[in-house]
T-cell receptor, first 110, second 113 residues
Framework: DQQVKQNSPSLSVQEGRISILNCDYTNSMFDYFLWYKKYPAEGPTFLISISSIKDKNEDGRFTVFLNKSAKHLSLHIVPSQPGDSAVYFCAARNDYKLSFGAGTTVTVRA | DAMVIQNPRYQVTQFGKPVTLSCSQTLNHNVMYWYQQKSSQAPKLLFHYYDKDFNNEADTPDNFQSRRPNTSFCFLDIRSPGLGDAAMYLC????????????FGPGTRLTVT
């Protein structure tokens, strides 16, 4: 039973433009949400997170938005750079456990 | 650099032949996790250790076992691998139980022939 879903398996964006990645979840017990970034042949690395009591968290070019009523999370990357080309995983925490989405592959075109 | 190391990076085993994957960490974190990730799917938690306390997920098959002989090392044992066990296996750590931020190793790609 997939509690965290990333419905777009891939996203292509031009360098300098905004990338918007989306994530939906079903479990209202999730209290913390994260985005991880993964390059080929490497493990996922933590990118940015947000507590369920907030609706926005910003870190440089990365902003995460949380809409609890819609059970929806999004990651904005602006401006997109070639080094942002990677797989992005959305994750949500309940107790000790992280539940992950299947990932969105972002390709930034020059 | 402090990190999470997984060996081997690629492992080929025969159907039914036991295999062990290893993970080590230099972060001195209390918690170590094992995830299974099949192609184009989300990583799925198999089990985790908080210090020496083992926590198995309810839907993890009995075929999968784990050992943590000390803080730095954790092993994943697959007693009788089936074709359906072919996957990427990711090890991760966190400082404490419930910490959302986890640190991942590069994974071991397991092939079952």
């Amino acid at each position: 039973d997939q509690q965290v879903k990333q419905n777009s398996p891939s996203l292509s964006v031009q360098e300098g433009r905004i990338s918007i990645l989306n994530c939906d979840y079903t479990n209202s017990m999730f209290d913390y949400f994260l985005w991880y970034k993964k390059y080929p042949a490497e493990g996922p690395t933590f990118l940015i997170s947000i507590s369920s009591i907030k609706d926005k968290n910003e870190d440089g070019r990365f902003t995460v938005f949380l809409n609890k009523s819609a059970k929806h999370l999004s990651l904005h990357i602006v401006p997109s750079q070639p080094g942002d080309s990677a797989v992005y995983f959305c994750a949500a925490r309940n107790d000790y456990k992280l539940s992950f989405g299947a990932g969105t592959t972002v390709t930034v075109r020059a | 650099d402090a990190m999470v190391i997984q060996n081997p990076r690629y492992q080929v085993t025969q159907f039914g032949k036991p295999v062990t994957l290893s993970c080590s960490q230099t972060l001195n974190h209390n918690v170590m996790y094992w995830y299974q990730q099949k192609s184009s799917q989300a990583p799925k938690l198999l089990f985790h250790y908080y210090d020496k306390d083992f926590n198995n997920e309810a839907d993890t098959p009995d075929n999968f076992q784990s050992r943590r002989p000390n803080t730095s090392f954790c092993f994943l044992d697959i007693r009788s691998p089936g074709l359906g066990d072919a996957a990427m296996y990711l090890c991760a750590t966190s400082r404490n139980d419930g910490d959302a931020e986890q640190y991942f190793g590069p994974g071991t790609r397991l092939t079952v022939t």
